[in-house]
């Protein structure tokens, strides 16, 4: 069964700072991982789509990696603005799933002026 | 290209109680999911449907269910509320079922 955990839960970093959330998956037998950021009591929005074959993918400030041997996906930011504050989830297509996104528990990230 | 839609957006239900939640996907998506999210449990996949068949089922009971149209609009059935059913609930959309793009979603507060 597919678990995936995400550290650090909450974090706080001041406005301009750089900074790399990280995911873990516990099977690397993935069609492809999406990282999402929702803000309080709403919906997910998608900010960058992996797939399998890919390593990484980048959008504007945001930059994501994937190594799926080890499991592992990081999500890094570059100079942090307020409007970055909200919690970035990521989720896994995992092989023989497909259809069903299995989400980590998401990090909490404030940015403060 | 307009977004996924969620209706209604806020729910209050007494236990016991049937509710039925609708999204509507974004155009030419054939795929649509339902997630639940609580505090305690965060995001929980429900089900997905392509092209009106139900494609995958997530460990939900029974009386959790949903069915979709073949203009690809979905609907979420819970029927006999409880507690423990109040969440945020996502609908998903994608066009093979791939890349999911979600809806505002609907909250549900069962009292």
């Known amino acids: 069964k597919q678990e995936v955990t995400q550290i650090p839960a909450a974090l706080s970093v001041p406005e301009g700072e750089n900074l790399v959330l990280n995911c873990s998956f516990t099977d690397s037998a993935i069609y492809n991982l999406q990282w999402f950021r929702q803000d309080p009591g709403k919906g997910l929005t998608s900010l960058l789509l992996i797939q399998s074959s890919q390593r990484e993918q980048t959008s504007g400030r945001l930059n994501a990696s994937l190594d799926k041997s080890s499991g592992r996906s990081t999500l890094y930011i570059a100079a942090s603005q307020p409007g970055d504050s909200a919690t970035y989830l990521c989720a896994v297509f995992s092989t023989g799933t497909a259809s069903k996104l299995t989400f980590g528990t998401g990090t909490r990230l404030q940015v403060t002026l | 290209k307009a977004g996924v839609t969620q209706t209604p957006r806020y729910l209050i239900k007494t236990r016991g109680q049937q509710v039925t939640l609708s999204c509507s996907p974004i155009s030419g998506h054939r795929s649509v999911s339902w997630y639940q999210q609580t505090p305690g449990q965060g995001l929980q996949f429900l089900f997905e449907?392509?092209?009106?068949?139900?494609?995958n089922k997530g460990n939900f009971p029974g009386r959790f269910s949903g069915r979709q149209f073949s203009n690809s609009r979905s609907e979420m059935n819970v029927s006999t509320l409880e507690l423990g059913d109040s969440a945020l609930y996502l609908c998903?959309?994608?066009?093979?079922?791939?890349?999911?793009?979600f809806g505002p979603g609907t909250r549900l507060t069962v009292t």
């Open positions: 998903a959309s994608s066009l093979k079922g791939d890349e999911q793009y």
């Open positions: 449907y392509f092209s009106e068949t139900q494609r």
